[in-house]
Nanobody
Framework: QVQLVESGGGLVQAGGSLRLSCVASGSIFKINAMGWYRQVQGKQRELVAGITGGGTINYADSVKGRFAIRRDNAKNTVYLQMNSLKPEDTAVYLC???????????????WGQGTQVTVSS
């Protein structure tokens, strides 16, 4: 079994900052890409930021210059530093990772349970 557990969400005023963390655990052979998505009820889930196993990073245009993704391979953890938050950043943020478990010869997509981020105006 492989699990992703997020933490760090909460309520913040516009212009404030939050840092999200996501730890992968379980029967992990190799972690490849890691990333953060967000979802607002009634809207499609969107990619916020992603980082490959080789360290290539991409961001949604709406968060470029404000958010930063980082991974700590020794801790199986990916972080999302969110600065200059806006009310439109309000969403459930979900961690995603492509992981190869010990018992498989291919990668699978894993998701965390999500953490709520609410930005008040």
């Amino acid at each position: 079994q492989v699990q992703l557990v997020e933490s760090g969400g909460g309520l913040v005023q516009a212009g404030g900052s939050l840092r999200l963390s996501c730890v992968a655990s379980g029967s992990i052979f190799k972690i490849n890409a890691m990333g953060w998505y967000r979802q607002v009820q009634g809207k499609q889930r969107e990619l916020v930021a992603g980082i490959t196993g080789g360290g290539t990073i991409n961001y949604a245009d709406s968060v470029k210059g404000r958010f930063a993704i980082r991974r700590d391979n020794a801790k199986n953890t990916v972080y999302l530093q969110m600065n200059s938050l806006k009310p439109e950043d309000t969403a459930v943020y979900l961690c995603n990772s492509k992981i190869r478990p010990w018992y498989s010869d291919s990668d699978s997509d894993y998701w965390g349970q999500g953490t709520q981020v609410t930005v008040s105006s």
